[in-house]
């Protein structure tokens, strides 16, 4: 959320309104690809700020979502971090608690129940992030919750409720933390944690715009907080190994992180993407120590070498080369970039500009993100929620918060890859005859964004959380373009998915790379399902599976639009 340098030249700056109205009026594809059922699925939450009008800076970040399956039912249920109506440390207690995060679970109707009240979530914390795993292998999915003060370890009891173990677990996080990521970096068969932690506000530092109006801070008036790494001791209790690990050798205004084996040595790595300050990429060492790699492998700054306002994060494989690139969402100004992993040797090069998505994210302020294949024609597309952070643009026609709210609000973008990494903003050129369009016709203060097939219907539908008005659930409609797989990779000896591992599916001629994990996006929790386009692919010809141990398995697979399981040791081990 850091102003950037482009912001000191006021014609770059000028231009950025006159984008915004040209992306609002003419954002209508010819059917809409993804309509939002939100209200008709009975999910009706809206991120809840609490604001009084005094611009305090947590108001405007927003929280995220976690789509995860917390009854074993086989369907994805919905998880909202909320503020509330005081913000800790820093209002009167008298002014009361407000609000609580909302867990809604999905019906056979393919409608949600509020489920919050039954399930024992009473988080009363200024939420903000949140992600899903089973850290105890007790095959139930519990989350960690991410706040604006303490956070929370909600253990699922596997009767519907959750338990808030996070004094007797050892976790003992007060400071602001952002967004956090479940990986097993030892390999012990245990899931670790490593939390991405802001900054040090302060409610007494005033702040104002270019033209001395009171406005929200930037990360850049206060002091950073060093991220967080806590290690699982048996899946009753967590200690801090931020230090032995080396992690607090780094201190940045941290916001999204992720997770991938980003140089395929069987050893998890983090991306970690900072605002205002220089990204991080730690490389597992394998000896329970990290290395940041940033600076060396090309991703700690953009082209021009200038570090900027990183908020949301996604690595994926969208060159089509078998190896995950990143791509982080910045403040408006800037633009999203896109660090494509080299095809010889380590490291990473800027092609924000030659890929498509440098432009159009220009007068945008990018959070959450997600890569997906929107149409099932083999490759990976991006999804990116939009929202301003700053109140000195004017406000878009038909913004869906109320004033003064909607001088925030922002269109999303949905932009289509050619397979290559270049990228055509598809909604932005193309209109239908009711004027109606799918991700970009509301607008929004969106923050969380995650893709999860909500329906069971083989394409990936998008949630995502706005501020002070509803979150979106859009089902997508997009024409077909090909065949689809999902897979879930699970370890019975843990009774869990095998966040860690690698999956590569052959089909069709195409080789499609895909890393088991549930973090990602911006402060938002994806399921561990992998979900695979396959183009005009009628068959797979074979799946291995690196298991985090290190272990390589061969599957055969007889079906293509079809969800399947695939369980260590069930399959043929590689000699």
Known sequence: MAAPKAL???????????LLILLATACTPPTPWFVDIAPSANVPFAYHTGATGRLWMPEVMGGGVALFDYDADGDLDLYFTNGNDRLPQAVDAAEGAGPTDRLYRRDPDGRYTDV????????????????????DNDGHVDLYVAAFGPDHLLHNQGDGTFADVSASAGITETQ?????????????GWLDLYVARY????????????????????????????????????????????ERAGIDRVTYAGLGVTVDDFDDDGWPDLFVANDGDPNVLWRNRGDGTFDNVAVPWGAAYNLTGEAEAGMGVVADDLTGDGQSDVVVTHLHAETNTFYARRTAGAGFDDLTLPSGLGLPSYPLTGFGIAAFDAELDGDLDIAIANGRVHRSLPALPGAAPAAPWDALAEPKLLQMNDGTGRFDTLDIHHANDDGSCGLCADIDIARGLAPGDLDSDGDLDLVV???ESPARLYDNRAPRQGHWLAVRAVDPR????????RVIVDAGGRRHRRFVRTSGSYQSSVPATVHVGLGVATAVDGIAIWWPDGL????????????????RGEGVVAP
């Not at 919050?116 to 850290?135: E, F």
């Not at 602001?176 to 012990?188: E, P, V």
């Not at 843990?494 to 591992?501: E, M, T, W, Y």
């Not at 061969?554 to 079809?562: A, G, L, N, R, Y």
């Open 8 to 18: 000191t030249d006021r014609g770059r700056a000028a231009a950025a309104p006159t």
């Open 199 to 242: 900054i040090a506000w302060r409610p007494d530092v005033p702040c104002q715009d270019r033209d001395g109006n009171a406005d929200y801070c930037g990360p850049a008036a206060f002091a950073d907080v060093r991220d967080m790494l806590w290690h699982n001791e048996g899946g009753a209790r967590f200690t801090d190994a931020t």
């Open 494 to 501: 843990l009774k869990r998915d095998a966040i860690g591992a």
């Open 116 to 135: 919050t009240a039954a399930a024992h979530i009473a988080d009363n914390g200024y939420g903000m992030g949140v992600a899903a795993a089973d850290y």
């Open 176 to 188: 602001w933390s952002s967004a956090a990521a479940w990986l097993d970096y030892d390999r012990d």
């Open 552 to 567: 390589e398995e061969s599957f055969e697979v007889d079906c293509v639009d079809c969800a399947v399981e695939l369980r």
């Open 465 to 467: 959380a706005n501020i």
